[in-house]
């Protein structure tokens, strides 16, 4: 079932900016820093790695134009490591400049081609420009090439097939998180947005109830129920602990009983 091109437009703008939330409320875990199938090359220099360390302690604070500085730091230091450059461009995303953050995930990639975090970042980062949506599916398929169980590129991935309109894609992608995490706020909330943007009103509300159970103090979530249940839904019908398990996305192994 597809949304309409207008519809769609809508929808994209609707949930452009729940990655840049989700950010800081630990979607996106500051460390410990990833590292590609084969260890990163170059290593840190000693010098470097107490920035990096020190980067990553003011992340851990939302201090971000301090951790900016440290990685910016790491980076003048070790310019051949891929690590550097990897977490220079994510505290860059988490900033809201993209195009500095897609500058460094390059560089990554250049110096580690197979590192799948940097993969996976590239395709959030281009998530975020409707244009280029199917670049985004590229850059996200091949992340799971290499780590086909990653929930954030699932969750990504799910995103993506709601901006194009591929409505059994993104609940399966959705479906599959579930059954692996199902206890993570934010990957309700977000199924939530994208629900009640198709106009699935009552099951987007019992996906916000189950945000709001496993975080409380999610605003967002209390003001999107507030919302719902001001325009009739009462989350009755369907409620996701009855959706029958789908069949993993292609090249997943599925979850042992």
């Not at 170059?42 to 851990?60: I, N, V």
């Not at 505290?91 to 799948?116: H, V, W």
């Amino acid at each position: 079932m597809a949304i309409t091109k207008k519809s769609g437009l809508g929808f994209f703008l609707l949930f452009l900016g729940c990655i840049f939330l989700m950010a800081p409320m630990g979607c996106q875990p500051s460390g410990p820093p990833p590292k590609s199938k084969k260890e990163a090359k170059p290593p840190l220099s000693p010098e470097a790695m107490e920035h990096f360390r020190q980067g990553h302690k003011f992340l851990a604070d939302q201090k971000k134009d301090e951790a900016l500085k440290e990685f910016q730091e790491t980076v003048r230091l070790s310019p051949d490591a891929p690590l550097a450059h990897f977490w220079l461009g994510k505290i860059y995303f988490y900033r809201g400049d993209k195009e500095s953050a897609e500058k460094e995930m390059k560089q990554t990639l250049q110096l580690d081609p197979k590192n799948y975090h940097a993969m996976a970042m590239m395709g959030k980062i281009y998530s975020l420009d409707r244009a280029k949506v199917d670049q985004a599916k590229e850059f996200l398929d091949q992340a799971l090439e290499e780590s086909p169980d990653n929930l954030e590129v699932h969750f990504d991935l799910g995103r993506v097939y709601a901006i194009k309109g591929e409505r059994e894609r993104a609940v399966a992608e959705f479906r599959y998180i579930f059954s692996k995490e199902g206890e993570f706020s934010l990957y309700h909330y977000e199924m939530g947005r994208i629900l009640e943007a198709w106009g699935d009103n009552n099951q987007a509300l019992n996906h916000y109830r189950r945000a709001l159970l496993f975080n409380p103090k999610l605003e967002p979530v209390n003001q999107a129920i507030k919302r719902l249940q001001a325009a009739g839904a009462t989350g009755k019908e369907n409620p996701p602990s009855a959706a029958p398990a789908p069949a993993p996305p292609k090249g997943v192994t599925p979850a042992k009983p």
